[in-house]
């Protein structure tokens, strides 16, 4: 084997920060020592693995055709070393979930994670669901927690958690007395909703086909919380997970509005790389994700 597992290391953490600097700083190199383990890398094999544009490293069609072996490798490396140390689960383990999971649900399961698993060192990495997906398709995530469908020949898409979203409002708006939302009401109010690419977004609008283009879309906002104090606010309707509105409810700040003939349910997915080799410490994860879904 002409490539050492240093080389590859370097291989890859330039990969993700796109600038040999940096990718230095994370392996507790020298900038010298990364620029020659990646020139020995590409050297021996008479390979270009970046285009170089100014200081940044981009990863050209040899090297992305090689970074997923190289992940796989390198986490498989990881494991025979534990085993030989005959050590549980450890290493690195990056998270990414959708706003309402990594707000609401991630931070008990990470906590329960920690106490089975102290050796791990995880993160959590928290944005809408395209962009989780596309990390995980960059190999910056190990695994995904998302809200909303997503499909990708390279990724492996898997249910988790059942989900409904909720309409609501403020209790002094007009609509807080009735029994049932008609379309026509539906269509009349102003509405306050997450931002497209949210898998909140996505379950609203397969809800609502039919009216989406007659609806009156107040304001976008990237955050629950924002769309909770507009809603508090009188500026309309909103609509989000029921996970994210039950102390609200029960302290009379929001009130849930009934719109039984549109569907509200969803599922939360694990996104995973086909191509990422699944660390003993990622399985763990997943069995601590199911036994609290």
């Not at 390279?154 to 007009?174: G, I, Q, T």
């Not at 109010?189 to 009216?211: H, K």
């Amino acid at each position: 084997m002409k490539f050492t597992l240093r080389q590859l290391q370097v291989f890859l953490a330039t990969a993700h920060y796109q600038n040999i600097s940096r990718a230095a700083d994370s392996l507790a190199m020298s900038q010298s020592a990364a620029s020659g383990a990646l020139r020995d890398l590409e050297q021996r094999y008479d390979a270009q693995l970046f285009d170089r544009v100014g200081k940044r490293l981009q990863l050209n069609a040899h090297g992305n055709a090689i970074r997923p072996l190289a992940e796989s490798l390198m986490a498989e490396a990881t494991e025979v070393e534990a085993a030989l140390e005959q050590r549980e689960a450890t290493g690195n383990l990056n998270v990414g979930a959708t706003l309402t999971i990594g707000n609401y649900i991630a931070i008990p399961i990470i906590a329960r994670f920690k106490q089975d698993y102290p050796a791990v060192d995880i993160r959590l990495h928290v944005a809408n669901t395209e962009h989780i997906a596309a990390e995980v398709l960059n190999f910056d995530l190990d695994i995904g927690l998302i809200e909303g469908e997503y499909s990708h020949p390279d990724l492996s898409v898997e249910p988790w958690h059942a989900d409904e979203l909720v309409v609501f409002c403020a209790p002094d708006h007009p609509y807080a007395q009735l029994e049932q939302l008609s379309d026509q009401q539906l269509i009349a109010a102003q509405w306050i909703l997450r931002e497209q690419g949210s898998g909140t977004r996505q379950t609203f609008d397969r809800a609502m086909q039919g009216l989406l283009n007659e609806l009156d879309v107040h304001l976008e906002l990237e955050h629950t919380e924002a769309i909770k104090r507009a809603v508090e606010a009188g500026l309309g309707l909103g609509c989000l997970s029921g996970i994210t509105l039950s102390d609200a409810f029960k302290r009379g700040t929001l009130v849930p509005l009934a719109v039984a003939h549109r569907d509200m349910h969803r599922q939360f997915y694990f996104v995973t790389h086909k191509k990422k080799f699944q660390s003993r410490s990622l399985q763990c994860w997943l069995d601590c994700c199911r036994a609290a879904g």
